[in-house]
């Protein structure tokens, strides 16, 4: 549909808006001074049904003003429809003033409009909740929550392309069962749960359900007192009911309706797992014996009424913004609190009863599993913080008091669930893993001066690292999104790669006139606008040059080079080894014992630094590929967004601000709080919240040993991490026994993990379902083998079946439950050692992923020969090739490096580190002196070649993270968004314009 809107109306009507009538079947004619006149296409229109009264217009004829406000109110009734003003008398007249009122009124704005959307999708569909992918739209103006920058610029292109009412395909700003009528205006289909009078549900759902047919009734006067299930509205009486409901401020009705809504669902689960665990032999057979378990419920309230203040604290609130400054006001520990409140109000419900069955109580702590392990998680944190308090004033007998009450918590979470509640952080959601995170740093937590030191070295590469993942993963999909955008990424890395070639006239083609950015040998840059020809030759033939692209407002583009090899990399570097051996040859020079200045260890260090440098240069090449992906990212959220594309600038530094926020702006202000740890000890009477939980641990009674007379005990060995080819590597050995002493044990704690995978899993691990069945067939495997050596002793049978899988079943358990195995403590009497942990929990990860590659394969073949009758297209084939060919590329890598870490793991151990560290030292002052011999001047030339490429390949990955990361891609992206938003402005508000203006024809102006 073309509308006829003169040269004007295409200038002050944007296309988004032109498409909200074409979407209505309206089309828009200019008549020159008259204004603009809406018709429709079958000559059906109710312009005074359709039109709210505060919008001015003659009949059918608007001016532009107005036209474009009608637009508007069809584009979005709702947010047109409750826009506030704020009144002459309350406006100021500073500018921040203004600005932060305006950033009130539009929080306003967002927050009625949410709420009004809630309160219709309550009457079209029976509830509040708005599905996540929806909810993230609906909450794109929430810009405090900058880790949704991303999504919500995607939500706002479909925001312009869509209507709020009517879509054939609803989006992220529809409400479902709306539709709309050009003679009777908007039309809600409403629920049946809304319908009748005798509605069930709880009491904040009733009363929602009577407002809403009082605002129906106050908006059209009362026209649907019997509740009809059509209900139309005009453009005025939209504008009535949503100014109505305004004024009744129905946010924390709405919010009380989701809280019900939420215990409802959980209800209804808790109903479907008891069913389920009914007829699970293994549930039967943990629990037998067992009966009312009410009073443990209760307790398990008791204990989780404890925890929630310590989690909603000021003091935690404070250590989640020390840690979040850029989301400091997104705490997950509101959507936490909420977490537990549903979980208090389900079991006060059952708690109610006569009494609680084992069935129940074991579905109720399975639907909040990942809850309750957190809650134990945080006890632990708490406990460890205490624990130090302990050790500093040994004197204090509060502190065990508190302890104590703290253990029985613990005692009464984990024995709320037959398989306790033990759970890797990796399986909670993100709101848990944060603040468990948060409490672990801030519950009391002494660390040792190595660990300080260690964590402040490492602290910074993790934030880069987590800012670099991001951004290349936005990237990513950026590309996949768009097929021109990728034709453009592929030109522009080609052109990039190839400008690091030593020709400068390589410039000359983009640019007449390149920036040269230099670097002298005093370290200070050298800056200059210069013919790139003028560059002497030589100098782009040096490896210390790589191309780049600078974008500077001010400057236009221009194309540079980077010199920063030898005054960044190698000179720090090599100053530094200098540094170290002028140290030596002090101290030496103090004790009287010889210098040798032309040793080994000086040379062979020297001669390392500069070309490992090169070589790091050269690689780093390929940093241009990323840049070009950078520049066409960052132009595009400029185009498409304007300078609200700033957010995913700020977004990509977060870890790095909040790093930065952390050590510096509130590092001193922190310490001055006690530790969380030190205020429970000093908070008055605080033993007394324990004292009726004292009695709540509760030791689990073993079940008899039953081997039969004459059965031996079999002597098995645990090989973990073991690899039979290329080159044979027998693994870790543990050896463990299973006799009369443990084999029930062994069996309870294998049940237990079996129940645990059967029920727990699928919540927690929901996208590795198939590593949940492969787990399934060992742990059968593993149960069947021991019954069997139980009744007829069969110990080749039990052992081969423990070689298949009992690592398997170790590693998996230890890695769902976060480093706990209740199979392995019965089965070795003890918890694993530390190497042993390390190599179980490597061991599963390591079979996971093999599991998630060959299932990722077998769903792309099977796409690729779809039973329907249908097969891909050639492109599709060839996109699931490469997927293929990708991943098993990326297999082989990943196998190559698993073999060279087991090799290398095979021969060193702490003894042999340490005797070998004295040994490279030794030889290295053996060196330095002068006193050596060609044994020890090989080590000390090994040992200093070692030193000088750690020293040189970490000094340029601190460069090139401040001038590749934070100067090229935050510096030049900075220029792309403005450029972006520029070009993006002056193609949709000028040049499309102009263009849709030329289409409308002579005779149509």
Same mark, same amino acid.
């Given at each position: 549909?073309?509308?006829?809107?003169?040269?004007?109306?295409?200038? &002050?009507?944007?296309?988004?808006?032109?498409?909200? /009538?074409?979407?209505?079947?309206?089309?828009?004619?200019?008549?020159g001074d008259a204004g603009y006149k809406i018709t429709a296409d079958n000559n059906g229109l109710n312009?005074?049904?359709?039109? $709210?009264?505060?919008?001015?217009? !003659?009949?059918?004829?608007?001016?532009? *003003?107005?036209?474009?406000?009608f637009l508007e109110f069809l584009h979005q009734p709702i947010k047109a429809s409750i826009a506030y003003t704020i009144p002459d008398a309350k406006k100021s007249f500073g500018f921040c003033e203004r600005?932060?009122?305006?950033?009130?009124k539009d929080v306003r704005t967002h927050k009625e409009r949410v709420a009004i959307h809630r309160l219709l999708r309550f009457a079209t569909t029976g509830t509040v909740s708005i599905p996540p992918d929806h909810y993230d739209s609906v909450e794109k103006y929430a810009e405090d929550d900058h880790a949704k920058t991303e999504q919500a610029m995607r939500d706002e292109d479909a925001w312009r392309t869509e209507v709020e009412f009517g879509n054939q395909e609803p989006k992220s700003s529809s409400i479902p069962q709306t539709t709309f009528d050009l003679q009777k205006g908007f039309r809600l289909s409403i629920d049946d749960t809304c319908l009748g009078s005798d509605r069930q549900g709880g009491s904040y759902q009733k009363e929602l359900y009577d407002k809403f047919w009082f605002l129906i009734n106050t908006a059209t006067k009362g026209r649907y007192t019997f509740k009809n299930s059509d209900v139309y509205l005009s453009g005025e009486e939209l504008e009535c009911f949503c100014h109505a409901a305004k004024q009744e401020d129905i946010g924390q009705l709405i919010d009380g309706v989701e809280f019900e809504e939420a215990v409802q669902v959980k209800l209804q689960s808790i109903e479907?797992?008891?069913?389920?665990?009914?007829?699970?032999?293994?549930?039967?057979?943990?629990?037998?014996?067992?009966? +009312?378990?009410?009073?443990?419920? *209760?307790?398990?309230?008791?204990? =989780?009424?404890?925890?929630?203040?310590?989690?909603?604290?000021?003091?935690? #609130?404070? &250590?989640?913004? #020390?840690?979040?400054? =850029?989301?400091?006001h997104a705490s997950p520990m509101e959507g936490l609190g909420k977490e537990f409140s549903t979980f208090m109000a389900v079991a006060a419900l059952y708690a109610q009863q006569d009494q609680v069955s084992p069935l129940q109580m074991e579905a109720i702590a399975t639907e909040f599993y990942s809850l309750l392990g957190f809650s134990t998680r945080m006890i632990a944190a708490i406990d460890d913080g205490l624990e130090k308090e302990e050790i500093k004033n040994p004197n204090n007998p509060k502190i065990e008091e508190i302890r104590q009450g703290f253990s029985s918590v613990k005692a009464v979470f984990n024995t709320a669930s037959i398989s306790g509640f033990s759970l890797n952080p990796q399986f909670m959601s993100e709101g848990q893993r944060t603040v468990l995170d948060t409490f672990e740093?801030?519950?009391?937590?002494?660390?040792?001066?190595?660990?300080?030191? *260690?964590?402040?070295?490492?602290?910074?590469?993790?934030? &880069?690292g987590k800012a670099t993942i991001n951004f290349a993963a936005d990237v990513v999909h950026f590309i996949k999104e768009d097929p021109k955008i990728a034709v453009g990424f592929i030109g522009l890395a080609a052109a990039l790669i190839l400008m690091n070639g030593e020709d400068p006239s390589v410039a000359l083609q983009a640019a007449e006139y390149s920036q040269?950015?230099?670097?002298?040998?005093?370290?200070?840059?050298?800056?200059?606008?210069?013919?790139?020809?003028?560059?002497? %030759?030589?100098?782009?033939?040096?490896?210390?040059?790589?191309? +780049?692209?600078?974008?500077?407002?001010? @400057?236009?583009?221009?194309?540079?080079?980077?010199?920063?090899?030898?005054?960044?990399?190698?000179?720090?570097?090599?100053?530094?080894?200098?540094?170290?051996?002028?140290?030596?040859?002090?101290?030496?020079?103090?004790?009287?014992? $010889?210098?040798?200045?032309?040793?080994?260890?000086?040379?062979? &260090?020297?001669?390392?630094?500069?070309?490992?440098?090169? %070589?790091?240069?050269a690689i780093n090449m390929l940093q241009n590929v990323s840049h070009a992906a950078f520049w066409l990212y960052t132009g595009s959220r400029g185009y498409h967004h304007g300078l609200k594309g700033f957010g995913k600038l700020f977004e990509l530094a977060a870890p790095v601000t909040d790093l930065g926020y952390q050590m510096v702006d509130t590092a001193w202000k922190f310490r001055q709080k006690t530790a969380l740890s030190e205020q429970l000890v000093y908070a008055a009477d605080k033993q007394d919240l324990f004292e009726s939980l004292s009695d709540a641990a509760e030791l689990r009674v073993e079940l008899e040993d039953s081997l039969p007379e004459g059965v031996e005990t079999f002597v098995g060995t645990l090989n973990i991490d073991a690899i039979k080819t290329p080159k044979k590597w027998d693994g870790l050995k543990r050896e463990f026994q299973i006799g009369a002493h443990n084999l029930r044990p062994v069996l309870k704690a294998l049940n237990q993990f079996d129940?645990?995978?059967?029920?727990?899993?699928?919540?927690? /691990?929901?996208?590795? !379902?198939?590593?949940?069945?492969?787990l399934s067939v060992c742990l059968t495997a593993v149960k069947a083998a021991l019954r069997d050596y139980q009744k007829n002793g069969d110990g080749e049978a039990l052992g081969k079946a423990l070689d298949d899988n009992l690592e398997s079943v170790l590693a998996a358990e230890m890695r769902y439950r976060g480093g706990v195995s209740g199979v392995y403590n019965a089965l070795f009497e003890m918890s694993p050692d530390a190497d042993a942990l %390390?190599?179980?929990? @490597?061991?599963?990860?390591? !079979?996971?992923?093999?599991? #998630?590659? *060959?299932?990722?394969?077998?769903?792309?073949?099977?796409?690729?020969?779809?039973?329907?009758?249908?097969s891909l297209t050639l492109g599709g084939h060839v996109k699931a090739r490469t997927k293929i060919l990708g991943i098993n590329l990326w297999g082989g890598m990943v196998e190559a490096a698993r073999g060279l870490r087991r090799g290398s793991e095979k021969v060193v151990n702490k003894q042999s580190v340490i005797i070998g560290s004295g040994l490279a030292a030794s030889c290295v002052g053996i060196d330095l002196a002068g006193l050596g011999n060609e044994f020890s001047d090989a080590v000390s030339g090994l040992t200093c070649g070692a030193t000088a490429s750690g020293t040189t390949v970490t000094t340029f990955l601190h460069f090139n993270f401040w001038e590749d990361i934070v100067g090229v891609h935050l510096g030049t992206g900075t220029g792309l968004i403005i450029t972006g938003a520029a070009a993006g402005y002056a193609h949709k508000r000028l040049v499309k314009p102009a263009v849709m203006y030329g289409l409308e024809g002579p005779s149509l102006k």
């Amino acid at each position: 549909m073309v509308h006829t809107l003169g040269i004007t109306g295409n200038y &002050a009507i944007p296309g988004y808006l032109q498409r909200v /009538a074409s979407s209505y079947n309206l089309s828009i004619q200019y008549l020159g001074d008259a204004g603009y006149k809406i018709t429709a296409d079958n000559n059906g229109l109710n312009i005074n049904q359709l039109c $709210p009264n505060s919008i001015e217009r !003659s009949g059918d004829i608007f001016d532009v *003003k107005n036209l474009r406000k009608f637009l508007e109110f069809l584009h979005q009734p709702i947010k047109a429809s409750i826009a506030y003003t704020i009144p002459d008398a309350k406006k100021s007249f500073g500018f921040c003033e203004r600005v932060k009122q305006n950033k009130e009124k539009d929080v306003r704005t967002h927050k009625e409009r949410v709420a009004i959307h809630r309160l219709l999708r309550f009457a079209t569909t029976g509830t509040v909740s708005i599905p996540p992918d929806h909810y993230d739209s609906v909450e794109k103006y929430a810009e405090d929550d900058h880790a949704k920058t991303e999504q919500a610029m995607r939500d706002e292109d479909a925001w312009r392309t869509e209507v709020e009412f009517g879509n054939q395909e609803p989006k992220s700003s529809s409400i479902p069962q709306t539709t709309f009528d050009l003679q009777k205006g908007f039309r809600l289909s409403i629920d049946d749960t809304c319908l009748g009078s005798d509605r069930q549900g709880g009491s904040y759902q009733k009363e929602l359900y009577d407002k809403f047919w009082f605002l129906i009734n106050t908006a059209t006067k009362g026209r649907y007192t019997f509740k009809n299930s059509d209900v139309y509205l005009s453009g005025e009486e939209l504008e009535c009911f949503c100014h109505a409901a305004k004024q009744e401020d129905i946010g924390q009705l709405i919010d009380g309706v989701e809280f019900e809504e939420a215990v409802q669902v959980k209800l209804q689960s808790i109903e479907k797992r008891t069913s389920d665990l009914s007829q699970s032999f293994v549930f039967a057979d943990l629990t037998a014996g067992e009966g +009312d378990k009410t009073d443990q419920l *209760k307790k398990l309230m008791a204990c =989780t009424t404890a925890l929630t203040p310590v989690m909603s604290s000021q003091f935690m #609130r404070d &250590a989640w913004t #020390r840690y979040n400054f =850029t989301q400091r006001h997104a705490s997950p520990m509101e959507g936490l609190g909420k977490e537990f409140s549903t979980f208090m109000a389900v079991a006060a419900l059952y708690a109610q009863q006569d009494q609680v069955s084992p069935l129940q109580m074991e579905a109720i702590a399975t639907e909040f599993y990942s809850l309750l392990g957190f809650s134990t998680r945080m006890i632990a944190a708490i406990d460890d913080g205490l624990e130090k308090e302990e050790i500093k004033n040994p004197n204090n007998p509060k502190i065990e008091e508190i302890r104590q009450g703290f253990s029985s918590v613990k005692a009464v979470f984990n024995t709320a669930s037959i398989s306790g509640f033990s759970l890797n952080p990796q399986f909670m959601s993100e709101g848990q893993r944060t603040v468990l995170d948060t409490f672990e740093k801030h519950a009391g937590r002494v660390e040792p001066l190595l660990s300080k030191a *260690k964590s402040a070295s490492s602290v910074p590469f993790k934030a &880069a690292g987590k800012a670099t993942i991001n951004f290349a993963a936005d990237v990513v999909h950026f590309i996949k999104e768009d097929p021109k955008i990728a034709v453009g990424f592929i030109g522009l890395a080609a052109a990039l790669i190839l400008m690091n070639g030593e020709d400068p006239s390589v410039a000359l083609q983009a640019a007449e006139y390149s920036q040269g950015l230099m670097v002298g040998d005093d370290g200070e840059f050298i800056e200059t606008a210069v013919n790139a020809s003028s560059v002497p %030759k030589d100098l782009f033939g040096n490896d210390n040059f790589h191309w +780049d692209l600078k974008l500077s407002p001010l @400057r236009g583009y221009e194309l540079y080079k980077h010199f920063a090899n030898s005054n960044f990399i190698v000179g720090p570097s090599l100053e530094f080894i200098e540094f170290l051996r002028s140290s030596i040859h002090s101290a030496y020079g103090q004790l009287g014992i $010889p210098q040798n200045y032309q040793s080994v260890c000086d040379a062979t &260090a020297t001669s390392v630094v500069e070309p490992l440098a090169n %070589k790091l240069f050269a690689i780093n090449m390929l940093q241009n590929v990323s840049h070009a992906a950078f520049w066409l990212y960052t132009g595009s959220r400029g185009y498409h967004h304007g300078l609200k594309g700033f957010g995913k600038l700020f977004e990509l530094a977060a870890p790095v601000t909040d790093l930065g926020y952390q050590m510096v702006d509130t590092a001193w202000k922190f310490r001055q709080k006690t530790a969380l740890s030190e205020q429970l000890v000093y908070a008055a009477d605080k033993q007394d919240l324990f004292e009726s939980l004292s009695d709540a641990a509760e030791l689990r009674v073993e079940l008899e040993d039953s081997l039969p007379e004459g059965v031996e005990t079999f002597v098995g060995t645990l090989n973990i991490d073991a690899i039979k080819t290329p080159k044979k590597w027998d693994g870790l050995k543990r050896e463990f026994q299973i006799g009369a002493h443990n084999l029930r044990p062994v069996l309870k704690a294998l049940n237990q993990f079996d129940y645990f995978m059967q029920h727990v899993g699928p919540q927690i /691990a929901m996208q590795e !379902s198939w590593h949940l069945n492969t787990l399934s067939v060992c742990l059968t495997a593993v149960k069947a083998a021991l019954r069997d050596y139980q009744k007829n002793g069969d110990g080749e049978a039990l052992g081969k079946a423990l070689d298949d899988n009992l690592e398997s079943v170790l590693a998996a358990e230890m890695r769902y439950r976060g480093g706990v195995s209740g199979v392995y403590n019965a089965l070795f009497e003890m918890s694993p050692d530390a190497d042993a942990l %390390k190599r179980l929990v @490597r061991s599963a990860n390591t !079979s996971v992923s093999r599991e #998630r590659k *060959k299932h990722s394969k077998t769903e792309l073949y099977k796409g690729m020969r779809a039973g329907d009758g249908t097969s891909l297209t050639l492109g599709g084939h060839v996109k699931a090739r490469t997927k293929i060919l990708g991943i098993n590329l990326w297999g082989g890598m990943v196998e190559a490096a698993r073999g060279l870490r087991r090799g290398s793991e095979k021969v060193v151990n702490k003894q042999s580190v340490i005797i070998g560290s004295g040994l490279a030292a030794s030889c290295v002052g053996i060196d330095l002196a002068g006193l050596g011999n060609e044994f020890s001047d090989a080590v000390s030339g090994l040992t200093c070649g070692a030193t000088a490429s750690g020293t040189t390949v970490t000094t340029f990955l601190h460069f090139n993270f401040w001038e590749d990361i934070v100067g090229v891609h935050l510096g030049t992206g900075t220029g792309l968004i403005i450029t972006g938003a520029a070009a993006g402005y002056a193609h949709k508000r000028l040049v499309k314009p102009a263009v849709m203006y030329g289409l409308e024809g002579p005779s149509l102006k």
